[in-house]
């Protein structure tokens, strides 16, 4: 087992350093991704440590921090980069194999990732009170966050009932490859 993991970690190197972000070893550390970040704050390893330890073969190190699932893959740090490193792409690699290993450290986001997903799979678009009554059904919790449901309904900001988009089958073969 502990081997398999080891075999994983280094292909997921592998791969970042030959198809991801060959760029990797012109990062000299400056900080400017981390500075731009939102969320450096509550990251366990923040976007320049992530290039380190991916650098190192650190990769498990990553896997099992908080970083890779809290990432909101909004590219700040890659448009701040000064050596044009692409972080987000790293991050959400990172994430993707994180994910189709079944090793997300935060349940309730793979359960919100997969939900999302299988709702576009199907329409091609989101729908956002499918995936509410999913993700409560899921977790049971079944009234969570009802009350803003509601206001948010009122006010026509979502729609009651999903819309499907033509040529969503090209989607749902795209999305179920990664599931
Ligand atoms: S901004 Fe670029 S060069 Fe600077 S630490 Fe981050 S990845 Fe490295
Ligand atoms: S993409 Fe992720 S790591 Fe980069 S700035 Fe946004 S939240 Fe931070």
Request: charge should be positive; include cysteine.
């Amino acid at each position: 087992m502990v081997t398999k993991i080891n075999n994983d970690t280094d292909r997921i190197r592998r791969e970042i350093l030959e198809y991801i972000e060959p760029k990797i070893y012109n990062c000299y550390q400056c900080g400017k991704c981390t500075a731009g970040c939102p969320l450096s704050d509550i990251f366990e390893y923040k976007p320049n440590q992530i290039i380190r330890l991916v650098q190192s073969g650190k990769i498990d190190s990553i896997i099992k921090s908080n970083s890779i699932f809290l990432c909101l893959s909004c590219e700040i740090c890659s448009s701040r980069c000064p050596q044009d490193v692409h972080i987000a792409t790293i991050m959400n690699f990172i994430r993707n194999e994180a994910w189709r290993a079944d090793r997300f450290k935060i349940k309730s986001i793979s359960r919100f990732y997969k939900t999302f997903l299988r709702i576009i799979g199907r329409t091609g678009r989101s729908f956002e009170p499918g995936l509410l009554m999913s993700l409560n059904f899921l977790s049971g919790r079944l009234f969570n966050d009802m009350d803003l449901a509601l206001d948010i309904l009122k006010k026509r900001k979502i729609r009651l009932l999903p819309e499907f988009i033509k040529g969503r089958k090209d989607i749902t073969k795209t999305i179920k490859k990664y599931m």
